[in-house]
């Protein structure tokens, strides 16, 4: 039955690229047959993989946890493949070559929270969880009320994560193939539903290993190839930098992005605290059999995702060089042709001609789908697990309709993901990506924290707390400059700062607080009397079989 229904599937995801390349604005060019050629051998090895998954998964945990047997140092490249998404490649490059210096806060923080995940949370969650971040924190709460909280939260980071990288492909695509825009999403939303709806988490697995080496791969080359060009002399790479920008030596110092104090720590915070939690990373602590390859995998993420964070400066300001003055990547106005987020793309093809080119688009591409991939099983696990199964059915469900009810929801996430890329076509992936963060750091990571850390958490704290939070951050993005003015075109922002997280993570942690120091219910003396157990829980490894409250 799956592999008939994998059969039709990938026949219509044919036939969609065929009427795409038929809908093409102009010819496609000979010099680009190289990068679509590679760009179709990936399509082919990841539709491969996920013919060969689809047949490995049939119970709910192989499709949320990948049957959890994935091994640590292969967990740890396919959390890189997480970690490193077309934010990171495409966004930072580009905001590096638009403002200099400060597209560093985009990738410092990020990685140091990676220290703080492993301090915090991976030890416990590996013990304490089962498919998701809402199997910890109703462990001791009540279960329907918290579980709505965080798979709502959960879904809302997803859609506003998922945002940001089919802008990506969206370009991507349409610059390889010259079709429309809108077409090019269509084709990577299709792509999305094959591979979530019928390998899940373990064909997610290993597209996201395949593309972490690949990707780790290319950029290494591209730093390699701009480095060698000034003697590898990092000062020669940024004199000739400045006297190229137009901004000259202010893209060497703090400013032109980030134009005051509250923006930089409020997005300081957001890439920090958001990325130790971020729940479709943290699921894949859920993946490895036993704390020992959690932790390992956890060492492995970190050694490569610093390493790549690392790159991504020299790219930048390397694009800068070898892009800026560049007649075949600028438009008629002197302006980098498809946006500043193409520029890592063109840069590839300046250092490495064509075949080059060819492998960095389909890498890049591969970063993309694989990010949406895994964004796409966690808003799929809070549909079908946490509502449907938890909530809706109060745990009187059959794997079958769990695993079924997951694949519904990735096909509704995967037509959701297309609207919300056409819409938000005009803006920067990296800004783009602000956006889930400021949800992460403001809902999970306060609830994550608390529930583990604080003894005197209830439900009302939980529930009540994290609502304030969740609602407070949506009316702050939504009220914003970017959303409120810049698509929603008012003549002025209500909530005068692009990042909010300053302001909604404080208000979670006090509501949080508040609401569980008030609560003095005979439920709320149960949940606090329950928070040893629980910690010797977290350090034995038998959560994942302890009962929840209902």
């Not at 036939?15 to 795409?20: C, E, F, I, K, Q």
């Not at 697995?205 to 290319?218: N, Y």
């Not at 789908?369 to 449907?388: C, E, F, K, R």
């Amino acid at each position: 039955m799956i592999v008939s229904r994998f059969s039709r599937v990938g026949t219509a995801l044919y036939g969609l690229l065929v009427s795409a390349a038929a809908l093409a604005d102009e010819p496609v060019k000979g010099t680009d047959k190289t990068a679509i050629a590679m760009f179709f051998v990936f399509i082919a090895i990841t539709l491969g993989i996920t013919y060969w998954a689809a047949g490995r998964t049939k119970t709910t945990k192989d499709f949320y946890a990948a049957g959890g047997n994935i091994k640590g140092w292969q967990n740890g490249l396919a959390i890189t493949g997480d970690w490193c998404s077309a934010a990171a490649f495409l966004g930072i490059s580009g905001l590096i070559y638009t403002g200099g210096f400060d597209g560093l806060i985009y990738s410092v923080p990020p990685f140091a929270a990676w220290p703080l995940m492993m301090f915090l949370f991976a030890d416990r969650l590996r013990n304490l969880g089962k498919y998701t971040i809402a199997d910890i924190i109703s462990l001791r709460f009540s279960r329907v009320p918290t579980r709505t909280l965080v798979a709502s939260a959960g879904l809302v980071f997803v859609v506003t994560y998922i945002i940001a990288q089919m802008v990506g492909a969206g370009k991507l695509v349409s610059f390889l193939f010259h079709i429309r825009y809108e077409y090019a999403v269509c084709i990577v939303g299709a792509l999305i539903i094959v591979y979530v709806a019928f390998g899940g988490m373990l064909a997610t697995t290993w597209v996201q290993l395949i593309k972490a080496v690949l990707l780790l791969s290319g950029a290494s080359f591209i730093t390699f190839m701009v480095l060698k060009h000034f003697d590898f002399s990092m000062s020669a790479l940024y004199k000739t930098a400045i006297d190229i920008h137009p901004k000259g030596l202010a893209i060497m110092s703090p400013g032109l992005i980030l134009t005051d104090p509250v923006s930089s720590i409020s997005l300081g915070l957001a890439m920090l605290f958001g990325a130790t939690s971020l729940p479709h990373v943290l699921m894949r602590f859920f993946t490895v059999p036993n704390a020992k390859e959690a932790r390992k995998s956890a060492f492995f993420a970190a050694t490569f995702i610093g390493y790549f964070y690392l790159l991504t400066f020299v790219i930048g300001y390397g694009a800068i060089v070898f892009v800026t003055k560049n007649p075949q990547f600028l438009d008629a106005g002197g302006l980098i042709v498809g946006g500043d987020n193409m520029s890592a793309i063109y840069l590839a093809k300046a250092v490495g001609g064509d075949v080059f080119l060819g492998f960095i688009s389909a890498v890049a591409f591969a970063t993309i789908v694989a990010v949406v991939a895994g964004l796409t099983i966690a808003g799929a696990s809070a549909i079908s697990h946490d509502l449907y199964a938890n909530v809706f059915r109060h745990g009187k469900v059959t794997e079958g309709e769990v695993v079924k009810v997951s694949r519904i929801a990735a096909l509704a996430l995967g037509f959701l993901a297309v609207l919300l890329g056409i819409l938000f076509e005009k803006q920067n992936i990296a800004y783009m990506v602000v956006l889930p963060f400021t949800i992460s750091s403001t809902v999970f990571f306060p609830l994550l924290f608390l529930s583990m850390y604080w003894k005197r958490l209830t439900t009302k704290g939980v529930v009540w707390g994290g609502w304030t939070g969740l609602l407070a951050a949506v009316a702050m993005l939504i009220l914003g400059p970017t959303i409120w003015k810049d698509i929603l075109h008012h003549a002025a922002p209500i909530f005068p700062y692009k990042y909010p997280t300053l302001f909604s993570m404080t208000t979670s942690f006090a509501a949080i607080i508040i609401f569980s120091l008030l609560d003095k219910s005979a439920r709320a003396k149960q949940e606090i009397a329950s928070f040893d157990d629980q910690f010797v829980r977290s350090q034995t490894g038998l959560g994942a079989e302890a009962p929840t409250q209902h």
